[in-house]
């Protein structure tokens, strides 16, 4: 059974700071705020998560708007999806116990959505919980993964399958840090963008189609933002209007799973949720009135903006199985958010392995 949700709780007001689940999001003068944040927290300690990439690129601002702080040290990992998993969230907290890291201290997750996800599920667990900020610097991070309070790791490219719904003390976001990526990566944070006018607001996708969108504004992230925070707002535990999010993710994880493990140069998040944006508004076309316009619309935008993957060829059983996995699936039947159209999603629609293979074979025969 599907259900419509009102999506009026999309609409937004511009301003410098959002509130969310009893913490704040920082965009003006944000590492300012953050100077400030770890003063009045009275920490006994903090640390800084990073991978070599944020370090190189992104830790230094963070030292020099923090002003050369002496009380804290740096945990570094590898950059990637491969270092989100229990293994590396073992290393982190080992890290922090040789740090002498206690209840008093703070977590700063500085980098992208790895770095958001497994950082804040290893000051989620520690010591049963420390408190946690995330800095992100990708766009991903900006728009996605920093906010709402999700945590989690990957099992066998399975991914965020084990982890906690825990919310951040505050974000801190700065568009400084965007200036730093290449445009692949800026492209992989765009896509979710594009989802949020998609579910939730034409007229934000019709600014983001006329946008430059290999640099995007302060005002079109803050407005991404401002989208997800209303989303997790009304429903932080993604109970109901929270699933509107997943829109694209249900076949584009599927298909980043398969990239992960198969290709030496894999798919990035935003290319592989565009792949699924793309088949399930064909599905959305099928099966709940998406207009055949409007599908044209989403492809063209989509396929205009990210490289063609070849899915030909690949065995559409393997990208079933890892549907199933979905966790959210309901009673073993695959589950995904669609479109009735441009700026309205209808959650909880079951699709068939039949139907989903044939959004595949959309997208394959483009």
């Given at each position: 059974m599907s259900t419509v949700l009102n999506t009026d709780i999309c609409t937004i007001?511009?301003?410098?700071?959002l509130e969310s689940n009893n913490y704040n999001i920082y965009f003006e003068n944000s590492l300012g705020h953050l100077a400030s944040f770890i003063e009045n927290g009275h920490y006994s300690r903090f640390f800084v998560l990073t991978d070599e990439n944020t370090a190189q690129h992104c830790l230094p601002l963070l030292r020099e708007r923090l002003g050369n702080p002496e009380n804290f040290d740096i945990i570094e990992i590898n950059a990637g999806e491969e270092s989100k998993d229990i293994d590396f969230c073992i290393g982190?907290?080992?890290m922090l116990i040789d740090f002498g890291a206690d209840r008093q201290?703070?977590?700063i997750n500085l980098g992208g959505g790895v770095i958001s996800d497994l950082g804040g599920f290893a000051a989620s667990t520690f010591k049963r919980g420390i408190d946690f900020v995330h800095v992100p610097t990708t766009l991903l991070s900006q728009v996605?993964?920093?906010?709402?309070?999700k945590t989690g790791i990957d099992i066998d490219s399975i991914k965020n399958i084990i982890g906690t719904f825990t919310q951040p003390k505050a974000v801190f976001i700065e568009d400084e840090f965007l200036k730093t990526l290449p445009a692949r990566q800026i492209l992989s944070g765009t896509a979710e963008m594009l989802k949020h006018g998609l579910i939730c607001d034409a007229a934000y996708w019709n600014e983001l189609k006329a946008s430059d969108l290999t640099i995007p504004s302060a005002a079109l992230v803050y407005k991404s933002v401002a989208i997800?925070?209303?989303?997790?707002?009304?429903?932080?535990?993604?109970?109901?209007?929270?699933?509107s999010l997943n829109f694209g993710h249900t076949i584009g994880h599927a298909v980043e799973t398969y990239s992960l493990i198969n290709d030496e140069n894999s798919l990035s998040h935003g290319e592989a949720i565009a792949?699924?944006?793309?088949?399930e508004a064909y599905l959305s076309h099928k099966k709940i009135g998406l207009s055949a316009a409007e599908l044209a619309e989403i492809t063209e935008v989509l396929m205009d903006l990210y490289p063609r993957y070849e899915l030909k060829g690949i065995d559409t059983a393997t990208l079933i199985e890892y549907m199933l996995k979905d966790k959210k699936n309901q009673n073993g039947k695959i589950n995904c958010t669609l479109l009735s159209k441009i700026g309205q999603f209808v959650i909880d629609n079951i699709c068939t392995e039949e139907?989903?293979?044939e959004g595949l074979n959309y997208y394959a025969n483009l």
């Open positions: 007001d511009v301003m410098d700071t982190v907290w080992k201290s703070l977590l996605d993964a920093s906010v709402g309070g997800k925070n209303k989303v997790v707002l009304e429903d932080p535990h993604e109970k109901n209007i929270r699933k792949i699924g944006m793309i088949c139907e989903l293979i």
